[in-house]
């Protein structure tokens, strides 16, 4: 199993330019997640997916979209980039909703908005 | 809301030290929590996790139990190596979305021969 990938790894945009981060799990987990890891910081939820068609959004959404169209694939889509959405992103899957479940997450895309 | 507070670092110690990174929560109901590990230029990995009070999570000699009544979950290590070099973050999860986690801010431990 590959587990979670992220593409590309490494994006430099100019702002009002817009761009989708790629994310695929391999595992048949039910749910995904988005979270931005800024310097000296936890990381903040962006969207989350219970399942395939199913999406809501996290502490940060603004700016961001996600669509779930197969239990593999949750893309998000930067609709029009500022310098502010510059971070590291991270994707994140999990076998089910439940509270303790472990969380596996991708390698990380980081963004550099100009 | 709930919340995660994890000692300020960075953190640098000599190979072989003990180690104690703090970590304490707010939550309205009853959580999950665990410790993730991110080493340089990788994502986060589970390192352990305790699910109920009184629960101690364990893994690669690292230790942390969950204390209800202080609401703590403080990550130990007896003789820590240089390739525990990392970020280490605490989190919390909640009701019925793993996802909708809350993480602390992080602690940078780096370990010197």
């Known amino acids: 199993n590959a587990g979670v990938t992220q593409t590309p790894k490494f994006q430099v945009l100019k702002t009002g330019q817009s761009m989708t981060l790629q994310c695929a799990q391999d595992m048949n987990h039910e749910y995904m997640s988005w979270y931005r890891q800024d310097p000296g910081m936890g990381l903040r939820l962006i969207h989350y997916s219970v399942g395939a068609g199913i999406t809501d959004q996290g502490e940060v959404p603004n700016g961001y979209n996600v669509s779930r169209s197969t239990t593999e694939d949750f893309p998000l889509r930067l609709l029009s980039a500022a310098p502010s959405q510059t971070s590291v992103y991270f994707c994140?899957?999990?076998?089910?909703?439940?509270?303790?479940?472990?969380?596996?997450f991708g390698p990380g895309t980081r963004l550099l908005v100009l | 809301g709930n919340s995660v507070t994890q000692m300020e670092g960075p953190v640098t110690l000599s190979e072989e030290a003990f180690l104690t990174i703090n970590c304490t929560y707010t939550a309205t109901g009853y959580p999950s929590l665990f410790w993730y590990v991110q080493y340089p230029g990788e994502g986060l990995q589970l390192l352990l996790k305790a699910t109920k009070a009184d629960d101690k999570g364990s893994n690669k000699g690292f230790e942390a139990t969950y204390r209800k009544e202080t609401t703590s979950f403080h990550l130990e290590k007896g003789s820590v190596q240089v390739s525990d070099s990392a970020v280490y973050f605490c989190a919390l999860s909640e009701g019925t979305n793993a996802g909708k986690s809350t993480f602390g801010d992080g602690t940078t431990l780096t370990v010197k021969p």
């Open positions: 994140a899957s999990s076998p089910s909703s439940g509270n303790s479940e472990t969380q596996y």
